[in-house]
């Protein structure tokens, strides 16, 4: 079983940073071998995709909405991804999760809140 933990969620100002690591265990979990995702979700509305990465990092794409703001990056040997987040905006507040790209697991999400 994979389990996926989010971390470093919180109340920040507009214009603030914010960085998510995402943990990931399980037995047989090679997780230098997948591809791995951030995703975000606000109330009444569907989980959008914020972040993709390849399994060795070497390639990453954005939301428009983030891109030039937020930077994904994964560490294989801490099997630990993050999501470094610069000036962060009130539109921004969501619950963020991390999944495993193209696998059903899911993280329980971390909530990251913009408000002055």
């Known amino acids: 079983q994979v389990q996926l933990v989010e971390s470093g969620g919180g109340l920040v100002q507009p214009g603030g940073s914010l960085r998510l690591s995402c943990a990931a265990s399980?037995?047989?979990?090679?997780?230098?071998?997948?591809?791995m995702s951030w995703y975000r979700q606000t109330p009444g509305n569907e989980r959008e995709l914020v972040a993709s990465s390849t399994s060795a990092g070497s390639t990453v794409s954005y939301a428009d909405s983030v891109k030039g703001r937020f930077t994904i990056s994964r560490d294989n040997v801490k099997n630990t991804m993050y999501l470094q987040m610069n000036s962060l905006k009130p539109e921004d507040t969501a619950v963020y999760y991390c999944?495993?790209?193209?696998?059903?697991?899911w993280g329980r999400g971390t909530q990251v809140t913009v408000s002055s």
């Open positions: 999944k495993v790209s193209f696998q059903n697991y």
């Open positions: 399980g037995s047989g979990f090679g997780f230098s071998t997948y591809g």
